[in-house]
């Protein structure tokens, strides 16, 4: 499936790595990719719709904090440590497979040859909460048949 990628989109793919390490997870997960799809969109495409790299990592980082609240833990204040450069493979959730495959499945109903990342993008609208890009998009406020429309 990665050689029907644009080179944005492979990008997309080691940004979320990068996210990854930097957020201190051990697996590419939804939110990793949403960060990275929205660090490598077109500014222009997502202008005025709420879709920013900075405030999703800020809503995804609020949404850990009440996760940890939930179960007694205060971690305000807290930094995570970045996760040290692996030899390893670093292994994608089941969830962030799946947005692969339907970012695949994006260019096949637009009859486009290659997945971009705004293709990874409008695979991400699809998700549905409890998933953590999904939060996110609802925490921001993201209307997405309007990011749909825009980016079709």
């Known amino acids: 499936m990665f050689e029907q990628f644009a080179d944005e989109a492979r990008a ?30 077109d500014g222009q495409a997502v202008a005025g719709l709420g879709l920013d790299a900075d405030a999703a990592r800020e809503a995804l ?18 930094r995570r440590p970045a996760v040290p450069a692996s ?9 962030a497979k799946g947005v692969l495959g339907d970012s695949l499945r994006e260019v096949r109903a637009q009859g486009a040859r290659r997945i971009t990342p705004a293709h990874v993008l409008l695979a991400l609208l ?18 997405r048949a309007a990011v749909r429309a825009r980016l079709t």
Do not use: C, M, W, Y
């Not at 996210?19 to 490598?40: C, P, V």
């Not at 699809?126 to 209307?143: I, K, M, S």
């Open 12 to 41: 997309v793919v080691t940004d979320a790595l990068e996210e990854a390490r930097l957020r201190g997870d051990r697996r590419i997960g939804t939110e990793h990719l949403l960060l990275a799809a929205l660090r490598n969109q």
């Open 87 to 95: 030899r390893k493979r670093t292994p994608f959730t089941s969830a």
């Open 61 to 78: 980082r609020e949404l850990d904090l009440e996760a940890l609240d939930a179960v007694g833990i205060d971690a305000r204040g807290a």
């Open 126 to 143: 699809g998700l549905r909460e409890p998933d953590p890009a999904a939060e996110a998009l609802t925490r921001l406020g993201v209307d």
